[in-house]
């Protein structure tokens, strides 16, 4: 009796531990566009932000060229830039690129360890557009996508 | 001058240099490199060899201009330390309005989806080895001219590359005579990782030329190459099928056609796991002068392990059964990294 008390009591634990430390998912991660003061639009459908962030438009509509700004795809906010905006696994996206700026069509994007190096990016980087978390700045302008500042 | 005029203009040069220096520094530049290694069959016996060493550069001079290079380092039984140094590719691109660019230098000529997508890059090949097609030196890989280029125009994401160089025995820097060669390549991309593509290349080879497989030109020979390709690399299914018709036309043999083409396709079964097959055709008409006239039939099997998408394995088995050469059968095993 005694022994079964013991199992279901670190059970109970487990469970609860399981709850509190479970990391934080890529799913489960808010994503904010963030922009450049300059060239980068308020708002754009989802349709253009994936074609935008795949490279397939190299210059905003008053001439600038876009510069794409993305956390590494081994942070959360990488991982679920990959998932939701690109459908594609971190190792596939890397081969993506790698393979698209070695065919000479597009510029390699910028890629960050931290949401703040990102953003800092952004604002001083006329035409620059990137996928950030939660962004709470001033010097830079928030991209609401099919309406929403967040998805 | 005055002491005084002398001090501003030296602090107006050296706030000149300095904002130059800003704007150099400012530059993005990029180094990669792709090599492989491999194990293979052949003869009767066991070997190892080591492939190319790619070396690709790619630098943003500014908000137009960029640099791209490619130089490879590769086995040269002929050379002191049995290594050369060829430059692949040396473009500059001024990309002048929206997805439009124009390139001048040292190209891939864009008749091919190969040639224009993988370049040196073994890391990137579905196989381990080109199509056959390359070894039988049945299309121009290189061009030095001018290109003009866009992409992704249009719901159709509509692309086109026009360009116009040094034809063909001609070398990296003097064309061997007035003649240029001229490639127009068109492709659509109706569907996502569907790409359907035409293209079409033009050149005068002279009397005399000297051509890459150590064969001198006896007559001057009109050339013409209509291609046309399909290739579908999706999460699952991969699929690539190229084919070109090669139209020669010399005094003496009239319009000679020749038919090239390859076609390869795979299955992804696990995440990092692909299995496939590579079946290549080559057939050349009797009158054929400018070509080697070797006639060949290949298939070939292989696997594929992706660990990452800079570290790649592949297994395969090749038969080639070749007019002039006869049958061979070859097992082969790479490891092409990028780092």
């Given at each position: 009796m005694r022994y079964m008390r013991l199992m279901i009591f670190n059970f109970v634990i487990i469970i609860i531990g399981l709850f509190h430390f479970t990391p934080v998912i890529a799913q489960d991660i808010e994503l904010t566009i963030i922009g450049n003061?300059?060239?980068?639009?308020?708002e754009l459908t989802m349709n253009q932000l994936k074609s935008i962030l795949r490279g397939e438009k190299l210059r905003w509509d008053d001439g600038k060229g876009i510069k794409i700004a993305l956390m590494k795809t081994n942070t959360p906010v990488g991982t679920g830039t990959c998932e939701k905006?690109?459908?594609?696994t971190g190792n596939e996206l890397n081969k993506y690129f790698l393979a698209l700026v070695f065919q000479g069509k597009v510029k390699a994007p910028t890629f960050f360890n931290s949401v703040n190096e990102l953003e800092s990016y952004v604002s001083q980087t006329p035409g620059a557009i990137g996928v950030s978390h939660n962004s709470t700045t001033d010097l830079i302008k928030i991209v609401s996508i099919d309406g929403k500042n967040a998805f | 001058m005055t002491r005084s005029k002398l001090r501003i203009v030296h602090i107006i040069s050296i706030l000149i240099c300095l904002s130059v220096h800003l704007k150099l520094s400012a530059q993005r530049t990029q180094i990669k490199g792709f090599v492989a290694v491999q194990a293979y069959q052949e003869d009767g016996k066991f070997n190892f060899g080591i492939g190319e060493q790619d070396l690709f550069i790619t630098s943003e001079l500014n908000d137009n201009f960029s640099f791209l290079g490619e130089t490879v380092f590769k086995f040269s039984p002929n050379s002191s330390t049995q290594f050369n140094i060829s430059v692949e590719r040396i473009i500059v691109n001024y990309n002048y309005k929206g997805n439009h660019n124009a390139l001048i230098g040292?190209?891939?000529?864009?008749?091919h989806y190969w040639n224009d997508t993988y370049h040196h890059g073994r890391v990137f090949f579905?196989?381990?080895?080109?199509?056959?097609l390359f070894a039988a030196q049945t299309l121009p890989i290189h061009t030095t001219g001018l290109a003009m280029q866009g992409f992704n125009l249009g719901k159709l994401k509509f692309g086109y590359n026009i360009m116009i160089g040094n034809g063909i025995g001609s070398n990296d820097v003097v064309d061997n005579d007035s003649y240029k060669s001229v490639t127009a390549a068109i492709h659509i991309k109706p569907k996502d990782k569907l790409q359907l593509g035409l293209s079409f290349y033009n050149d005068v080879i002279s009397e005399g030329a000297d051509l890459h497989h150590d064969i001198t030109v006896d007559e001057k020979i009109n050339q013409q190459l209509y291609t046309a390709t399909i290739a579908h690399f999706g999460r699952k299914f991969e699929f690539l099928a190229e084919g070109t018709l090669a139209s020669n036309h010399a005094n003496s043999t009239g319009t000679v056609n020749s038919f090239t083409s390859y076609l390869y396709t795979g299955v992804r079964i696990k995440d990092k796991l692909i299995p496939y097959i590579r079946i290549d055709y080559l057939d050349y008409q009797d009158?054929?002068?400018?070509?080697?006239?070797d006639d060949t039939f290949s298939f070939l099997a292989g696997m594929r392990y992706e660990i990452s998408y800079l570290i790649v394995v592949k297994m395969e088995y090749q038969h080639i059964d070749k007019e002039m050469q006869g049958n061979r059968d070859l097992f082969n095993t790479q490891i092409a990294i990028g780092f």
């Open positions: 003061t300059e060239s980068v639009p308020d905006i690109y459908d594609m | 040292k190209h891939h000529t864009p008749t579905p196989t381990i080895e080109r199509p056959l009158e054929e002068i400018y070509f080697i006239k």
